[in-house]
Antibody
């Protein structure tokens, strides 16, 4: 089955860290870029960042609000992408989605996971 | 960053009537490799992840009903629901995927 499954969310205190995982199946994971998008409760969608494929040197880019605090990585041998979140703030509370994208394969943010909720609160 | 602005923020449409959502980008969102507009539309229902309806501004995703159509080019785009059904009640987002950050519009809530 073609799917993305996020995990690792939960309740964390401000200033702490958490690492989210995104397990992919059913498609050539190594050939796509993996993006993370977040959504605070009742709010819109915010692009967090992406990690590109090996062919693009695993390049990463981040949104302004998370740059320097979050790190995206991937392990193609495990078909898994990661989002390492450090120095968490209350405003990072959101559902985090992983998404695939590949211009060459014709997949333009077409597949989303169901998301994992991160709550930052003391 | 490319700013995406949707209008209206919300709209109420009678069953069977047409719904039109507009999306304006602050810059041209043309993908130079194929001369297409890298603009997508998503539908999000409560408690669900967004579902892609349209990509390349006007290409319907497989399985999406043909009452959904996308149009536009350059900086101005439109999502049209030709005959609104009860199951179309949702929030709709546009997104540009030409350049990072892949920015989204603020969303348009469609109600009956």
């Amino acid at each position: 089955e073609v799917q993305l499954v996020e995990s690792g969310g939960g309740l964390v205190q401000p200033g702490e860290s958490v690492k989210l995982s995104c397990a992919a199946s059913g498609f050539p994971f190594r050939d796509v870029a993996m993006h993370w998008v977040r959504q605070a409760s009742g709010k819109g969608l915010e692009w967090v960042g992406r990690v590109r494929s090996k062919g693009n040197n695993y390049a990463t880019e981040y949104g302004a609000s998370v740059k320097g605090r979050f790190t995206i990585s991937r392990d193609d041998s495990k078909n898994t992408a990661y989002l390492q979140m450090n120095s968490l703030r209350t405003e990072d509370t959101a559902v985090y989605y992983c998404i695939r994208h590949s211009f060459s394969l014709g997949w333009h943010c077409d597949l989303w996971g169901r998301g994992t909720l991160v709550t930052v609160s003391s | 960053d490319v700013v995406m602005t949707q209008s209206p923020d919300s709209l109420a449409v009678s069953l069977g009537e047409r719904a039109t959502i507009n999306c304006k980008s602050s810059q041209n969102v043309l993908y130079s490799s194929n001369n297409k507009n890298c603009l997508a539309w998503f539908q999000q229902k409560p408690g669900q992840p967004p579902k892609q309806l349209i990509f390349w501004a006007s290409t319907r995703e497989s399985g999406v009903p043909d009452r959904f159509s996308g149009s536009g080019s350059g900086t101005d785009f439109t999502l049209t629901i030709s005959s609104l059904q009860a199951e179309d009640v949702a929030v709709y987002y546009c997104q540009q995927y030409c350049t990072t950050p892949y920015t989204f519009g603020q969303g348009t809530k469609v109600e009956i």
